[in-house]
């Protein structure tokens, strides 16, 4: 059984930072063969993709956006993905959920993504 587990959310004003962080772990899991991602989701709305990074962290992506606020980074030592989070805007407001995909590219789509954590809110206020 593969769990993911974030922490890191929490409450900032805009402007700010915050650096969520998923841990991955299953017997049968091996890390580094997943390619990570994050994505958020709003009340009434539909999940939406954040950032993903390749199975060896060479390859990133980002939605528009996030772009040049967020960055992901993995360690595969430890089994973690990160999110670092800068410029916060209260529109970033949302639980934030990590995913494990075993494709080999790195995916945006949430269909792709086989393996979801329960989620860390984060929210910025004005």
């Known amino acids: 059984q593969v769990q993911l587990v974030e922490s890191g959310g929490g409450l900032v004003q805009a402007g700010g930072s915050l650096r969520l962080s998923c841990a991955a772990s299953?017997?049968?899991?091996?890390?580094?063969?997943?390619?990570m991602g994050w994505f958020r989701q709003t009340p009434g709305k539909a999940r939406e993709f954040v950032a993903a990074?390749?199975?060896?962290?060479?390859?990133?992506s980002y939605a528009d956006s996030v772009k040049g606020r967020f960055t992901i980074s993995r360690d595969n030592a430890k089994n973690t993905v990160d999110l670092q989070m800068n410029s916060l805007k209260p529109d970033d407001t949302a639980v934030y959920y990590c995913?494990?995909?075993?494709?080999?590219?790195?995916?945006?789509?949430?269909?792709?993504?086989?393996?979801w954590g329960q989620g860390t809110q984060v929210t910025v206020s004005s």
């Open positions: 995913a494990a995909d075993s494709s080999r590219v790195v995916e945006t789509l949430e269909y792709l993504y086989e393996y």
């Open positions: 990074i390749s199975r060896s962290g060479g390859s990133t």
């Open positions: 299953g017997r049968t899991f091996i890390f580094s063969s997943y390619v």
